[in-house]
């Protein structure tokens, strides 16, 4: 677990405006789903998901949810921020049990780039999935997926079968190798000498004067 809590209060005022009271009582208003109980519509203190999100460890993480001392795991599902503010607004939680198998968003980071012979050359990395989806145990989510450029050049494509995945962790689509990033850009091109046209006459020399 990240080692963060997050104390909530059941919430009471629901709709537009028990949303709106809850914030200016500075919390965030939020939705815990998942289990046998149901939604419940829950008051998270503010400065907690703002030290959360601080972390870089909320997104895709277990926490742990303090409800007047009983405490519980949970998986942060979904962040709404203010358009202007860029404050968080609302927040979606979901139960889990720490031995659970769950399908979650990891981010994918790559390495090496000063060892691909295609960046090298002036290509650049076409990075078409920023996350996978992988199916793991809830308390053993992975910090990240990492994707070695080694030797890559232009024209290569970097599928998931390529991949070493965290332990215990496997892909949740399984029914095609979906490609992850590629190398883009123009191939070198080879450089020709340049020869005389078959069955042209050579130049004349410099100072050559015709006879008659």
Known sequence: MAGIVLNVEKRE???TGGARATRKSG???????????GAIPIEINAKDVTMAIRSGKFLSHMVELNHQG????????????????????????????ENAEIAIDVVVHFKNHEASPGLKRG??????????????????IPEEVVIDLTGRDIGDSIHISSIALPEGARPVI??????????????VEEEVAATPAE??????????????
Do not use: M, S, W
């Open 199 to 212: 069955g042209a006459a050579p130049a004349a020399a410099a100072g050559d004067k015709k006879e008659g």
């Open 70 to 97: 009983e405490k519980q795991p949970v998986i942060p599902r979904a962040l709404q921020f203010h358009p202007v503010t860029d404050e968080v607004i609302h927040v979606d939680l979901y139960r889990v049990e």
């Open 27 to 37: 919390l965030i208003p939020g939705v815990l789903y998942g289990g046998t109980r």
């Open 123 to 140: 290509g650049a990395l076409n990075v078409v999935r920023h996350t996978i989806k992988l199916k793991c145990k809830a308390n053993k």
């Open 13 to 15: 005022k629901t709709g």
């Open 174 to 187: 399984r029914d095609r190798d979906f490609t992850i990033a590629t190398i883009v850009g123009r191939k």
